[in-house]
């Protein structure tokens, strides 16, 4: 049903009351002969928001729709999927309404058109409620129908269309839960038979048999643990699917669904996947870096989650304040074998949800579960927390994050690791007794090395935080930080940058350019009038213009610090995000510009005249400092006398689930002379383990200022 549809906006909302009088009603939009000629035609799927930063939308869509005498023959069952619809959906077959409404922004809905069609030439219409829209958060572009949708023809009067597939890990098995539609309009006595196969190559890897009652419409049904012979996990390295299909007793499919054979939850303070322990090296990925994006059009969603994986990203999280997660987003994780820290979005479509005067807990939670439902076979689907940054901290705001939590444990059988909220957990929080909800996971979001230079800061923070969770939690929790620290020209100072570049086109004797330079650097704002204290470490304001290669080395190594403080401290934070985006392993700051979509790889024209980078000069240096065995320096004097001895505390992080033999090799280079320096043998560092080793040297007698670097090169097992 995909291709290109008819569509109508007919209004814009700024309030939230959906009384069916609009234009589209009152002009008959769903009546068969409706003459929609004029209407703009709009491929499906795709989000019918742009650069509209509005509310919301009402708008109707219509397109044509043949079925077979095939399909319609006596039996069967003809059923409009829509696999996302932002937001309330009503369909029309024929100038007849089908069923109630139904809301589709976090999961997928179905209608049963089977009573409304013909043999031959059909017309659909759909009406799209969505009063949330994106103007209060423009990188939120879902809006219409922006996933794909189907035709399904079953066989018979019973169908199922969700499963929720549980890894039996211990077991070498899976249980399951099927939604099973019964549309004959009386009881029934069911065998069914369920058949566990190979996604590539479909090779039968387990059956059985059970029987069931269905009442006429929705049931759920329990299907007992099916036994796997020698199942093969799920995992980044080796992204095995299954397929479970649902038969009749004709051994006619009636439903399918894809998973995995894997198992990720919290060990004391780990996380850990397939029983192995497991660091996750983030990376926040932009599902709504563009419509282009959104739709996989050209594979370009692929290539990206491809190319995070070729950076030694582990893991995605996809954050909350872009909208709803698309489901190709998800399936392309399962295939490629990319985990996925699920920040989901749906408390941000519920206005006043913490207001103490309200309670919308029941309402949050019919959104959540539907989502849920809807995503929980997906493999890659393995973190969930309800939303970034729920920085609310009153005994009400508790209790309703604690009452999700325990539905949440209720329905997901899987028990993945769950986090309230991404970046609530900070120290002030913790120390201070305000975390009083359940939680699995604590995760701080924090940008205090960043923002006042020092990425020392850092090391300390990491300690004080483990010290205050030793203490709050009554038992060990796995520690995480998915926004920390930020080199100064990244996505969040971008704005600033342009800011400053066109001040400086001004006179700089003038006045008001005098004006605006005290303001930026007064600014108490962290992304401006910090960064300017820090990064503006010049002269004069032309210097900096001046020196902006220079500043762009230091990003890299501001980004290359603070990961490597965070790769090695072990349990007090076993993972993270630097918060650099995939736009800002592209930027330039000299020009303001970003790369096009032939730097990641992708079809897109580059232009060289406007400064865009096509190699992304950050990307070497992420996927070097996110390899799994990393070799780092700790502080050292960087600024030594020639002929004096010195010291440097060298670190060796192994973040495989293997041990191995380690040495460094250590080469100075200073004034053009390059020395190898004694290596250092580390011996066996268990699996993921690390080791600190002392190097000491003496630095050459050279006259003059001479600048220099260290070398460090790793070797496991020679």
Not at 279 to 306: G, H, V
Not at 403 to 418: A, C, H, M, S, V
Not at 447 to 467: D, F, M, P, V
Not at 543 to 572: F, S, T
């Amino acid at each position: 049903m995909n291709g290109t549809w008819k569509l109508a906006v007919v209004k814009t909302l700024e309030t939230d009351s959906d009384t069916f009088d609009d234009a589209g009603m009152k002009e008959n939009f769903f009546s068969k002969d409706f003459n929609d000629s004029s209407w703009e035609s709009k491929e499906v799927p795709q989000s019918w928001y742009g650069s509209d930063f509005v509310m919301g939308k009402l708008g109707w869509y219509r397109r044509s729709l043949n079925v077979t005498p095939e399909q319609a023959a006596a039996g069967k069952r003809i059923v409009l999927d829509f696999r996302r619809i932002a937001d309330k959906t009503d369909v029309w077959i024929n100038g007849q309404k089908v069923g109630d409404s139904q809301r589709g922004r976090f999961n997928s809905v179905q209608f049963d058109i089977t009573p409304f069609v013909v043999k031959g030439a059909n017309t659909l219409a759909v009406r799209v409620y969505d009063f949330a829209g994106h103007k209060d958060y423009p990188r939120r572009q879902i809006g219409g129908i922006y996933e794909p949708v189907r035709l399904l023809v079953t066989p018979s009067d019973v169908y199922s269309c969700c499963m929720m597939v549980t890894t039996l890990f211990d077991q070498q098995a899976i249980s399951a839960k099927a939604k099973i539609i019964n549309s004959s309009g009386k009881e029934l006595e069911v065998t069914f038979s369920c058949e566990i196969a190979n996604w590539k190559d479909k090779r039968i890897a387990a059956s059985q048999q059970f029987h069931a009652k269905l009442k006429p419409g929705e049931n759920w049904i329990d299907i007992a643990p099916i036994k796997l012979n020698s199942p093969i996990a799920w995992s980044p390295e080796n992204p095995h699917l299954y397929t479970l299909t649902l038969k009749d007793e004709s051994s006619k499919s009636i439903g399918m669904t894809r998973f995995g054979f894997r198992e990720f939850k919290v060990e004391g303070e780990w996380l850990c996947l397939n029983g192995k322990k497991y660091k996750p090296r983030m990376f926040t990925f932009p599902i709504w870096y563009s419509p282009y994006l959104l739709a996989n059009q050209d594979s370009m969603m692929e290539k990206l989650i491809r190319f995070c994986q070729a950076l030694n990203i582990n893991m995605l999280r996809p954050h909350s304040g872009e909208g709803t997660l698309p489901e190709t987003f998800f399936m392309l994780c399962d295939e490629i074998g990319m985990p996925v820290y699920v920040d989901w979005a749906g408390l941000q479509y519920i206005p006043d949800f913490f207001n103490p005067e309200t309670d919308k807990t029941a309402e949050a939670w019919r959104t959540l579960e539907s989502f849920m439902k809807d995503y929980y076979s997906h493999p890659s689907y393995c973190m969930l927390s309800f939303g970034n940054e729920l920085y609310c901290y009153k005994d009400s705001d508790s209790k309703k994050l604690d009452f999700l939590y325990g539905k949440t444990k209720e329905l997901d059988i899987q028990n993945r690791p769950l986090c309230t909220s991404t970046g609530r957990q900070t120290l002030e929080a913790i120390g201070g007794g305000m975390i009083k909800e359940r939680t699995d996971v604590l995760d701080d979001h924090q940008y205090r090395g960043s923002y006042c230079g020092s990425w020392q800061e850092n090391i300390t923070h990491l300690g004080n935080y483990a010290k205050a969770a030793g203490k709050y939690c009554k038992t060990p929790k796995p520690k995480i930080d998915a926004e920390y620290g930020m080199p100064g020209n990244m996505l969040r100072y971008r704005p600033v940058t342009k800011t400053l570049f066109k001040a400086f086109e001004l006179d700089k004797a003038s006045l008001e350019f005098k004006e605006k330079f005290i303001g930026f650097v007064q600014s108490p704002l962290g992304q401006v009038g910090v960064y300017l204290r820090v990064a503006m470490n010049y002269r004069s304001p032309q210097q900096y213009l001046d020196e902006i290669p220079h500043q762009e080395n230091m990003v890299y190594k501001q980004l290359k610090r603070n990961v490597e403080i965070y790769r090695r401290a072990g349990v007090n934070c076993i993972g993270g995000h630097t918060n650099a985006g995939l736009t800002d392993l592209t930027f330039d700051g000299k020009t303001g510009h970003s790369s096009t979509r032939a730097s990641f790889g992708l079809p897109g024209p580059i232009d060289a005249k406007k400064g865009y980078y096509v190699d992304m000069p950050l990307k070497f240096e992420q996927k070097r400092i996110y390899n799994p065995t990393l070799v780092s320096a700790g502080v050292f004097n960087q600024e030594p006398l020639p002929g004096s001895k010195q010291q440097i505390e060298v670190f060796v992080t192994n973040d495989l689930n293997e041990s191995g033999e380690f040495k460094v090799v250590p080469l100075l280079r200073f004034g053009g002379q390059s020395t190898v320096l004694p290596e250092l043998d580390f011996g066996k560092i268990g699996e993921m383990g690390q080791l600190s080793k002392t190097l000491e040297y003496t630095t050459p007698r050279l006259s003059g200022v001479n600048r220099g670097r260290l070398e460090l090169y790793l070797f496991k097992n020679g």
